[in-house]
């Protein structure tokens, strides 16, 4: 006999049954679903909606080894170009990250064995508060989701704690030093982001307690194969809440970010990271990063794995626009001051929906 929770499919795209905490892996799998139920089914919000693609733009790359560079115009170039990244873009992939490719491969295959775990299994780790420092689900948030996205996800937070589910065996230990080695190289950006503002290299680690204190999340997604992949979306578009994510994929193209009113295309280059830029880089450069707009779509064929590892500031720190940023009065500050706690939860609680939370602190 089946399962009481097995979705039950009949010939209509209207008549799925599928309680909320069913994977999509699982849904995915079943040889029954041939459509898009209509739960899935995505419709643009107008914010959002018929911007082109555009395959043309060319995604800004950032040489990490220039940044580190002991020459001193080497390291200035890199600066700069980081700096254009961040305002022209909010998007760039970084090359030459010195983080072994060996780990960023064994972390994937880590990822994958995690999803392939049984359903009961992956329930253990099904988290009920956003904070929670491990959740398992589906979908966003699937108790307020209007609508549902063909995603399965893991969320772990892993700094200034590390917390991780113990099972696969290895898969803990092996994401721990991926993690670190991903903060590194995030830090390393974010000294070449503060001095590109024009302030002290460790101005914005100072500000809001990045090293120490900072959040870091590692959140894997599934995407499994879609049968009508142009009527769901994987993620609906958004920013995201931190300073600055990267993320890995399993060679798999799906993501699309907003550049210039169109959507682009991005394709990983082999063993490079492609780094969005989030809503607090946004509110501590007083608006001159805007926080990037990125979605992530769907394909009938395989299915796409990817690891997005973003940082904030401390938990505790109300985040305001860097005080050097505003002084003089020539720039006033553009968003009012939150706790980086609350925002993150309000971002959490909610549907998922582009700037939604952002606009609360806009002046
Ligand atoms: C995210 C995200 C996109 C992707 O996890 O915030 O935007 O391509 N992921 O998986
Ligand atoms: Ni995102």
Same mark, same amino acid.
């Given at each position: 006999?089946?399962?009481?929770?097995?979705?039950?499919?009949?010939?209509?795209?209207?008549?799925?049954?599928?309680?909320?905490?069913?994977? $999509?892996?699982?849904?995915?799998?079943?040889?029954?679903?041939?459509?898009?139920?209509?739960?899935?089914?995505?419709?643009?919000?107008?914010?959002?909606?018929?911007?082109?693609?555009?395959?043309?733009?060319?995604?800004? $790359?950032?040489?990490?080894?220039?940044?580190?560079?002991?020459?001193?115009?080497?390291?200035?170039?890199?600066?700069?170009?980081?700096?254009?990244?961040?305002?022209?873009?909010?998007?760039?992939?970084?090359?030459?990250?010195?983080?072994?490719?060996?780990?960023?491969?064994?972390?994937?295959?880590?990822?994958?064995?995690?999803?392939?775990?049984?359903?009961?299994?992956?329930?253990?780790?099904?988290?009920?508060?956003?904070?929670?420092?491990?959740?398992?689900?589906?979908?966003?948030?699937?108790?307020?989701?209007?609508?549902?996205?063909?995603?399965?996800?893991?969320?772990?937070?892993?700094?200034?704690?590390?917390?991780?589910?113990?099972?696969?065996?290895?898969?803990?230990?092996?994401?721990?030093? #991926?993690?670190?080695?991903?903060?590194?190289?995030?830090?390393?950006?974010?000294?070449?982001?503060?001095?590109?503002?024009?302030?002290?290299?460790?101005?914005?680690?100072?500000?809001?307690?990045?090293?120490?204190?900072?959040?870091?999340?590692? $959140?894997?997604?599934?995407?499994?194969?879609?049968?009508?992949?142009?009527?769901?979306?994987?993620?609906?578009?958004?920013?995201?809440?931190?300073?600055?994510?990267?993320? $890995?994929?399993?060679?798999?193209?799906?993501?699309?970010?907003?550049?210039?009113?169109?959507?682009?295309?991005?394709?990983?280059?082999?063993?490079? #990271?492609?780094?969005?830029?989030?809503?607090?880089?946004?509110?501590?450069?007083?608006?001159?990063?805007?926080?990037?707009?990125?979605?992530?779509?769907?394909?009938?064929?395989?299915?796409?794995?990817?690891?997005?590892?973003?940082?904030?500031?401390?938990?505790?720190?109300?985040?305001?626009?860097?005080?050097?940023?505003?002084?003089?009065?020539?720039?006033?500050?553009? #968003?009012?001051?939150?706790?980086?706690?609350?925002?993150?939860?309000?971002?959490?609680?909610?549907?998922?929906?582009?700037?939604?939370?952002?606009?609360?602190?806009?002046?």
């Amino acid at each position: 006999m089946a399962p009481a929770t097995d979705p039950v499919v009949t010939q209509k795209p209207s008549t799925i049954v599928s309680p909320n905490s069913i994977t $999509i892996k699982k849904l995915a799998e079943s040889s029954q679903v041939t459509f898009v139920p209509s739960n899935y089914t995505y419709t643009d919000t107008p914010q959002y909606e018929a911007v082109l693609i555009d395959n043309e733009a060319k995604v800004p $790359i950032v040489d990490f080894s220039l940044l580190t560079s002991s020459s001193p115009e080497l390291r200035s170039k890199a600066i700069s170009d980081l700096g254009k990244a961040c305002e022209d873009w909010g998007f760039f992939l970084v090359i030459n990250h010195g983080v072994p490719e060996e780990l960023m491969k064994a972390v994937m295959d880590g990822t994958l064995r995690f999803f392939d775990l049984s359903e009961e299994e992956k329930h253990e780790y099904e988290g009920k508060h956003v904070l929670d420092p491990i959740r398992c689900g589906t979908s966003f948030n699937a108790s307020v989701d209007k609508v549902l996205f063909w995603r399965d996800f893991l969320k772990v937070l892993v700094h200034p704690e590390f917390h991780f589910p113990d099972k696969p065996t290895g898969f803990s230990e092996l994401s721990s030093e #991926y993690c670190k080695r991903t903060r590194e190289v995030t830090w390393e950006l974010l000294k070449g982001i503060s001095e590109s503002l024009g302030l002290e290299a460790d101005y914005l680690d100072t500000a809001l307690n990045v090293k120490t204190e900072g959040l870091q999340i590692f $959140i894997a997604n599934l995407y499994p194969p879609c049968p009508q992949p142009e009527l769901a979306l994987g993620m609906p578009p958004h920013s995201d809440h931190g300073l600055l994510t990267l993320l $890995i994929q399993n060679g798999i193209g799906g993501l699309q970010v907003q550049h210039n009113g169109k959507w682009v295309n991005v394709d990983a280059v082999p063993n490079s #990271y492609l780094v969005n830029t989030g809503d607090h880089l946004e509110i501590f450069s007083n608006g001159k990063y805007k926080s990037n707009i990125h979605r992530a779509t769907l394909n009938n064929k395989a299915t796409r794995v990817s690891i997005a590892v973003p940082t904030g500031p401390s938990l505790d720190v109300v985040v305001t626009p860097a005080s050097k940023l505003v002084e003089n009065g020539h720039h006033p500050p553009a #968003y009012v001051g939150m706790k980086y706690k609350d925002y993150l939860e309000l971002q959490q609680s909610n549907m998922l929906d582009g700037k939604a939370i952002l606009d609360r602190v806009r002046m």
